[in-house]
């Protein structure tokens, strides 16, 4: 399941940064895959594991059950919205439906995710909302 993943997102993200990992539950038995997408991975202000449009995902194991853990891309504000006026940052949420707990299902669903995080960046890009120092660019960028 580790590896389609990994192909799904190198081909859908082939030039972003993407992670899974097999962890170990800290409590319980068992294990879980840890799904990172994010433009790049250069750290924001050196902090690690802070990078540009990170969004994350987690598998359970067997039972194939999707946690929904990060879904959002920053971008400047909309100054004319008086609702971000004062905000540093703006918010493009990226929507994720749980799919059934079978591996077909489970691996649309990533794809379908990773479109639309592609989708997300690209309408950032096009509407010059990216924030200073963030690289989004090269995330979509054509190989």
Request: aromatic content about 8%; proline content about 6%; cysteine-free.
């Amino acid at each position: 399941m580790k590896q389609k993943i990994e192909n799904i997102l190198s081909e859908i993200l082939p030039r972003a940064f993407t992670r899974v990992v097999e962890r170990r539950h800290v409590l319980g038995p068992g294990t879980y895959l840890a799904i990172t997408i994010a433009a790049n991975e250069k750290e924001i202000n050196g902090v690690s594991s802070q990078l540009a449009g990170r969004v994350d995902l987690k598998l359970e194991g067997l039972d194939l059950e999707v946690a929904y853990r990060g879904s959002s891309v920053f971008r400047k504000p909309r100054l004319e919205d008086p609702r971000e006026k004062y905000l540093a940052f703006g918010v493009e949420r990226i929507p994720f439906r749980r799919p059934k707990p079978n591996e077909a299902a489970v691996l649309r669903a990533v794809e379908r995710f990773a479109i639309r995080y592609r989708e997300t960046l690209e309408l950032i890009i096009s509407n010059g909302e990216v924030p200073n120092d963030y690289d989004y660019q090269s995330a979509v960028a054509k190989i």
